[in-house]
């Protein structure tokens, strides 16, 4: 029998793996920086102990016979379960939330369920003054704008491009803009720690 330990002391419940044990296959979820997100976990009703973790740090806990539920600072606030079940609803993702998480559950025994989430940046593009401009916001200072025009590659660099620390919020600011004349679809591609995120911009009359 597979076995997990938890730590039932006064406070958060910390589920500690003890020997191998059963895990379903992981699920990878993608979404933007700023949104909310699912994370899928399908415990049944009966189970008694609840506990959502990223490595050691606990991001929900719950101890399902009470009102009292538990998280580390950096999730306070920005998390729920399901009612239904007990997937993960996380609020205002940040690019620090990236990782491996999981959920713990017990019944007459535990279990566990993973899933990926891979955060990308949150980006926006818009024609204005003759310009198309692309605008993103991430953690790192590492980042490229990459313009294309009906899917081809159009310009690797912007006509403008520059990056700049938001030290109200620790995040970085990417902009850039192109002057692509030629109709089609242009779509503006953020390049940010190995993750694409395509926008497409749409050009309004002024």
Excluded at 26 to 45: A, D, F, K, W, Y
Excluded at 120 to 138: I, M, P, Q, R, V
Aim: hydrophobic share 30%.
């Amino acid at each position: 029998m597979n076995q997990i330990s938890a730590n039932r002391r006064s406070g958060p419940v910390l589920i500690t793996l003890l020997i191998s044990m059963c895990v379903s296959d992981g699920r990878n979820i993608t979404v933007r920086m700023g949104s909310g997100v699912m994370l899928p976990c399908s415990c049944p009703h009966v189970s008694s102990l609840l506990s959502w973790q990223k490595g050691i740090t606990i991001v929900y806990s719950d101890r399902r016979n009470s009102a009292e539920t538990s998280a580390d600072q950096q999730y306070s606030g920005r998390t729920r379960v399901l009612e239904s079940n007990c997937s993960l609803v996380l609020s205002r993702v940040q690019p620090s939330d990236e990782g491996e998480y999981s959920c713990y559950y017990q019944t007459s025994s535990f279990s566990v369920e993973t899933v990926t989430l891979h955060v990308t940046a949150d980006a926006s593009c818009e024609y204005k003054s003759g310009l198309y401009h692309c605008k993103a916001t991430w953690g790192s200072p590492e980042g490229w704008i990459v313009w294309r025009l009906n899917g081809q590659s159009k310009f690797l660099h912007s006509v403008f491009f520059q990056r700049k620390l938001d030290e109200d919020s620790g995040l970085y600011i990417i902009n850039g803009s192109a002057n692509i004349t030629s109709n089609g679809a242009v779509t503006c591609e953020v390049e940010t720690s190995g993750k694409t995120v395509e926008i497409e911009c749409n050009r309004k009359c002024a």
